[in-house]
């Protein structure tokens, strides 16, 4: 199975600030990966989808890079609402997710 | 709108069996491949299962091959999780996800606790 690592694993931040979650892939997965919120009790949402396509009604703060193995979701200017905690997904071969980002309030 | 809805989540002692139900609208269902995903307690998301649009092509988790049975019924566009021999590691949270090349929609979940 392809192990998806993300970092951190937590962080805090304030509202405004510019957050970049990283994950990494254990072997390539071209541009199949999306990336998830969730909020306490909540299912995941989806924010992006081939690694750099974001859903439609997803905020433009939000956005994705990379390819291969290494993967970016950047927050460009951090809202309240955005203190979740964020999922990476593989869906190259048989889907599997990394271990989460939490992002708190500072 | 894409609506998942779960059901049939629960307590149940070790060794025990459930079913969970997915009840799909707002699209094609047979069109759709469908997953099963699950949470345990404050940890993070775990692929369960998958089926294609057809039923031609099932997948498992090792954690739950020999165990669970995933299938679907494309009349009444509904998907389903057998679950069989539950243990306590499988306390969790489970969602339906209708997967697609454009990320996956998913249900609200419903809750299975497997305790004495």
């Known amino acids: 199975a392809i192990r998806m690592t993300q970092s951190p694993s937590s962080f805090s931040a304030s509202t405004g600030d510019r957050v970049t979650i990283t994950c990494r892939a254990s072997?390539?997965?071209?541009?199949?990966l999306a990336w998830y919120q969730q909020k306490p009790g909540k299912a995941p949402k989806l924010l992006i989808y081939?690694?750099?396509t974001l859903q439609s009604g997803v905020p433009s703060r939000f956005s994705g890079s990379g390819s291969g193995t290494d993967f970016t979701l950047t927050i460009s200017c951090l809202q309240s609402e955005d203190f979740a905690t964020y999922y990476c997904q593989q869906y190259y071969s048989y889907p599997t997710f990394g271990g989460g980002t939490k992002v708190e309030i500072k | 709108e894409v609506q998942l809805v779960e059901s049939g989540g629960g307590l149940v002692k070790p060794g025990g069996s459930l079913r969970l139900s997915c009840a799909a609208s707002g699209f094609t269902f047979s069109s759709y491949s469908m997953n099963w995903v699950r949470q345990a307690p404050g940890k993070g998301l775990e692929w369960v299962s998958s089926?294609?649009?057809?039923?031609?092509?099932?997948y498992y988790a090792d954690s739950v091959k020999g165990r669970f049975t995933i299938s679907r019924d494309n009349a009444k566009n509904s998907l389903y999780l057998q679950m069989n021999s539950l243990r306590a590691e499988d306390t969790a949270v489970y969602y339906c996800a209708r997967g697609s090349q454009k990320g996956w929609d998913w249900g609200q979940g419903t809750l299975v606790t497997v305790s004495s």
């Open positions: 089926i294609s649009s057809s039923s031609s092509y099932i």
């Open positions: 081939a690694a750099s």
């Open positions: 072997q390539g997965i071209s541009s199949y």
